[in-house]
């Protein structure tokens, strides 16, 4: 077999790993939970400490590919990756889980960078449109089976499984880069922006730390408001640091360009609505309904299956008709989708939700395909990287930010309507029953409320389980309401920022003034 094709079965299996496990770990963070003894923020950190660094070593990987090579670049993201997911599969408390999935998203970050570049030194012509093609495939299958895959392993073995089958996989790619694949570097390369990537790093982690903390207090916190303060003077930082550096690693130029801007709002606005709300749908489906990891996993394949169906038809549409009007749809499809799965209440059964998955699913298929090639296409072919990987940051960002924002709505809204509840259980009990109510709804987010349960009396538990479950819903459905907003608001901005005339290809043929 030529070395070209090689390059692509390593490329897609590294592809498929890295995705997967954006998607896999989502279902199984409940047994992740139980047997770390994590608490809800912990749980959060699982998820956004491999978003947030994916998102803030992106650019810099590029860079760094472009002047060491992207084939020993591509190595030592595998060597990373696979060494990450053996310290995650071996973690024994949720900060070693949380470190070692930073060190997943530090070799996903170096593999996403280096990917297409392999692909498009090794392929030209008509092999290239296969091998993007395949590509492709293997992106929206990796997130399609995640779920499942999730489920089945978690059910069948262990939480600990769903990392550690990465070793071998990854071993075996190591080993065929290696051997099979070519070299490849961009002679003068520009030098890596350091000073850049230290500050964002920083700051979306100061921003992320401070929208959990908040969750966790108040939004008056001393240590939120410092976070918050820290992060908001950090992102001015690295906007000037942007502006004066003599190698950026993100141009601030390319703001001038309506439909680039426009790609980057819809990219925060897909992955910061349906992917971030994921989670809570998730606990919901785990911890309230009671459903096993594997039950949770086959009920999210509705919403995996809509994905892959509408991603297959939206990628040969992209090229024969404005992007806009796949973009925009779909996001107005993926809030629509959030709107409907509102409503639910304490005896709200699954199959509630199942409308809002399929119209939520085919909008997140509508919008994943049309969304990449917009990020290059309206850049010349020697700033796509740039453009590209500035897109996947945006994208990493929104889940990362999105999951902290709605951990504060959640919590705030359960610990409103858990209150209002437990008084009038003890109204109508006429006993003297006492709740910590802040305690309460941490063991609630930690699926331990059998604990509040067990310690109240046996007359009034009845009315405790349906507050709890009313409180649960209740706080879920402003989810809802909240991630449909973004979404919509997405969708409004992709319909007006993103232009057919920004497009690089579409300056070629129109003819001069």
Not at 331 to 336: I, Q
Not at 388 to 413: D, K, L, M, P
């Amino acid at each position: 077999m030529e070395k070209k094709w090689w390059t692509l079965l390593v490329v897609c299996a590294a592809t498929f790993m890295l995705l997967l496990d954006v998607t896999i770990v989502i279902v199984a963070l409940p047994e992740i939970q139980r047997g770390l003894h994590a608490s809800f923020s912990d749980v959060q950190w699982v998820v956004d400490a491999y978003a947030l660094t994916l998102a803030s070593l992106l650019l810099t990987a590029g860079t760094l590919a472009d002047r060491y090579g992207r084939r020993l670049l591509f190595i030592i993201g595998l060597s990373v990756f696979t060494l990450g997911s053996l310290l995650c599969g071996f973690a024994q408390s949720p900060l070693m889980l949380t470190l070692s999935r930073m060190a997943q998203g530090v070799g996903g970050a170096i593999l996403f960078a280096t990917s297409l570049a392999l692909l498009a030194h090794s392929f030209r012509g008509k092999d290239r449109g296969v091998a993007f093609g395949v590509w492709g495939a293997i992106t929206g299958v990796a997130v399609a089976l995640g779920p499942i895959l999730g489920g089945v392993i978690t059910t069948g073995i262990s939480w600990r499984g769903i990392f550690l089958v990465n070793i071998p996989f990854g071993i075996a790619a190591i080993i065929i880069t290696i051997m099979r694949v070519d070299e490849s570097r961009t002679p003068q390369a520009s030098r890596p922006d350091w000073a850049g990537f230290a500050v964002l790093t920083i700051g979306l982690v100061s921003l992320v730390y401070g929208l959990i903390r908040a969750s966790e207090t108040t939004w008056g916190n001393e240590g939120v408001v410092v976070c918050l303060a820290v992060a908001a003077v950090l992102f001015v930082t690295f906007v000037l640091v942007e502006r004066y550096s003599a190698h950026p690693m993100f141009d601030l130029g390319l703001f001038r360009t309506p439909t680039f801007s426009g790609g980057l709002a819809a990219a925060f606005a897909m992955n910061g609505s349906l992917f971030a709300v994921l989670l809570y749908i998730v606990l919901y489906l785990q911890n309230d309904l009671g459903y096993s990891a594997l039950a949770t996993g086959a009920r999210l394949l509705v919403t995996s299956g809509g994905t892959l169906v509408a991603a297959t038809i939206a990628g040969r549409l992209s090229s024969r008709m404005p992007v806009r009007w796949l973009i925009g749809p779909g996001l107005a499809l993926v809030g629509v989708g959030l709107f409907l799965m509102s409503g639910i209440h304490a005896s709200t059964p699954w199959t509630h939700l199942i409308s809002g998955f399929i119209v939520a699913g085919v909008g997140s298929g509508m919008v994943n395909p049309p969304l990449a090639s917009t990020a290059v296409g309206v850049v010349t072919p020697d700033r796509s990287g740039m453009a590209s990987g500035v897109n996947t940051t945006f994208r990493q960002i929104g889940i990362a930010v999105g999951i902290a924002v709605y951990a504060t709505i959640f919590s705030t809204e359960l610990q409103k309507g858990l209150g209002r509840s437990l008084n009038h259980i003890k109204a109508v009990g006429n006993t003297a029953v006492s709740w910590n109510l802040r305690q309460v709804v941490t063991l609630v987010k930690e699926g331990q409320a059998a604990q509040v349960i067990k310690s109240t009396p046996p007359a009034l538990r009845p009315q405790l389980v349906r507050a709890l479950q009313s409180s649960f819903t209740g706080a879920l459905n402003d989810l809802f309401v909240v991630s449909g907003t973004l979404a919509l608001v997405g969708a409004v901005v992709a319909m007006i920022f993103i232009r057919p005339r920004d497009f690089v290809a579409q300056q070629q043929v129109e003819p001069a003034p």
